[in-house]
T-cell receptor, first 115, second 111 residues
């Protein structure tokens, strides 16, 4: 149980392109989803928290116009990296949980490479 | 500010040997505590969690962790390591509805 699917697993695209990453909870309803960024050989940094039907809450230093988050249903959240540039290249990981007294379950991540 | 410390960046153990990965946190109250494992290029898998109750927590794959309030620690242990345990391990603490991760410990297993 508690499976989170993230798609695509890898994206390579040109600078200036917008890229959408999907995060789905397959066997539970996720009231809250989280988006993280992980640089090589580093830990995860929380980018934003999204609750279904509400606007996402972004961490300090994360540009909300650059990283658009939509949590339209209890099983789907999307992260759109708008007008991506090489410095946006990273490993992006989502997580989801059903309630506040449950652990977060993570997707397999998306490797984004901007040329 | 709240923080999570994993003092060992790399650990190498022989297959079949015991393992202990250290984790310390700073927080005023008793937090929710987690250990996750990450294989290269993949997401994180939950090994175990502590919310309350028995301070010795059993997880998947034969791992356990012990919460010691007096030491603000939540060390991960396994009595006999398998080659497939080679991965990166993250300790995490939940503060105010968010997870704060340690820097991670890379486990290498030698045969």
């Amino acid at each position: 149980g508690a499976v989170v699917s993230q798609h695509p697993s890898r994206v390579i695209c040109k600078s200036g392109t917008s890229v959408k990453i999907e995060c789905r909870s397959l066997d539970f309803q996720a009231t809250t989803m989280f988006w993280y960024r992980q640089f090589p050989k580093q830990s995860l940094m929380l980018m934003a928290t999204s609750n279904e039907g509400s606007k996402a809450t972004y961490e300090q230093g994360v540009e909300k116009d650059k990283f658009l988050i939509n949590h339209a249903s209890l099983t789907l959240s999307t992260l759109t990296v708008t007008s991506a540039h090489p410095e946006d290249s990273s490993f992006y990981i989502c997580s989801a949980r059903s309630s506040t007294n449950q652990p977060q379950h993570f997707g397999d991540g998306t490797r984004l490479s901007i040329l | 500010a709240q923080s999570v410390t994993q003092p060992d960046i790399h650990i190498t153990v022989s297959e079949g040997a015991s393992l202990e990965l250290r984790c310390n946190y700073s927080y005023g109250a008793t937090p929710y505590l987690f250990w996750y494992v990450q294989s290269p290029g993949q997401g994180l898998q939950l090994l175990l969690k502590y919310f309350s109750g028995d301070t010795l927590v059993q997880g998947i794959k034969g791992f356990e962790a012990e919460f010691k309030r007096s030491q603000s620690s939540f060390n991960l242990r396994k009595p006999s390591v398998h080659w497939s345990d080679a991965a990166e391990y993250f300790c995490a603490v939940e503060y105010g509805n968010k997870l704060v991760f340690g820097a991670g410990t890379i486990l290498r297993v030698k045969s």
